[in-house]
């Protein structure tokens, strides 16, 4: 039978295995926390391309069949920003990941929350219709991203770099990077494999506006060196092959 979510309450000594496929956003989120705060960690490569989070082994961890997914001895865990709080609060980690003062800590939960309910659902909705369904041959739904997921894209990217970093280089009034950094910076990074879409606009079309954001993605890529780049190498890989296979496939027309 397939674990509970979240089930189990036997934590193992060793380091906890985590499920992941670095061409997931929120997968190398918790790939560069755990490497970027001194977490130990055992990477156990999971490919969504490959349907690896459908096959009963994955299931047993994670029945709702999505990565990332902590195991821990019996204990079993979905959702990146649960995982990486978890994380925080059972290793020893600099303050700053996810802050003790209460206002603080309330502020990056903020963050992570909004993430989840604007620029994630947008951001995922632009590439799925304009990036990976070149990969798998048939057309986008265009009118989705025309009508809604493209202006809600803009408006997250805006409220990014004027409301979450009005007061301070890191999101939410930090000085220092956070959880939610990570998370929101990966999501941003996947936009990168728009720029094989006809249509446009390309990543740094999205992002040009966008002075604040800018700079920020410059700081948490620092603030995470070298795993920040070592995770999205997969993902730049992709993101160059996709744009190679689409140049060739213009030029024959
Ligand atoms: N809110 C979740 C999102 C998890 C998620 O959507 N994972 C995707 C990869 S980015 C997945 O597992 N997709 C496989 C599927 O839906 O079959 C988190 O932050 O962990």
Redesign the pocket.
């Known amino acids: 039978m397939a674990a509970a979510v979240g089930s189990g309450g036997g934590v193992s000594s060793g380091a906890p295995k985590l499920y992941i496929?670095r061409?997931?956003?929120?997968?190398r989120?918790?790939v560069i926390f755990c490497k970027s705060a001194g977490v130990p960690f055992e990477e156990v490569r999971t490919a969504?391309s490959r349907?690896d989070?459908?096959k009963p082994d994955f299931l047993a961890v994670n029945p709702?069949?999505?990565?990332?997914?902590l195991q821990e001895g019996s204990f079993c865990l979905?959702?990146?920003?649960?995982?990486m709080r978890y994380l925080c609060h059972t290793r020893q980690v600099a303050d700053h990941w996810y802050p003790s003062d209460p206002q603080a800590r309330a502020r990056v939960s903020s963050a992570l929350d909004w993430h989840?309910s604007t620029l994630?659902v947008a951001a995922?909705a632009v590439v799925w219709n304009r990036a990976l369904t070149l990969t798998l041959g048939h057309e986008g739904n265009e009118a989705v991203v025309t009508d809604w997921a493209l202006p809600n894209l803009k408006r997250a990217l805006k409220a990014i770099d004027t409301v979450w970093l009005r007061d301070s280089p890191f999101l939410a009034g930090q000085h220092q990077i956070s959880i939610a950094d990570l998370?929101l910076s990966c999501e941003i990074e996947q936009l990168c494999l728009l720029d094989a879409a006809a249509q446009g606009p390309t990543m740094d079309e999205l992002l040009r506006p966008h002075a604040h954001l800018r700079a920020w993605l410059v700081h948490v890529r620092e603030a995470s060196a070298p795993h920040y780049d070592e995770v999205h190498a997969l993902l730049r890989k992709a993101r160059d092959r996709l744009v190679a296979r689409q140049q060739q496939q213009a030029s024959k027309l």
């Not at 979905?78 to 995982?83: F, H, K, L």
């Open positions: 496929d061409m997931s956003q929120p997968c989120t918790v969504v349907g989070q459908r709702l069949g999505k990565l990332p997914a979905p959702e990146s920003a649960a995982i989840g994630r995922m998370l």
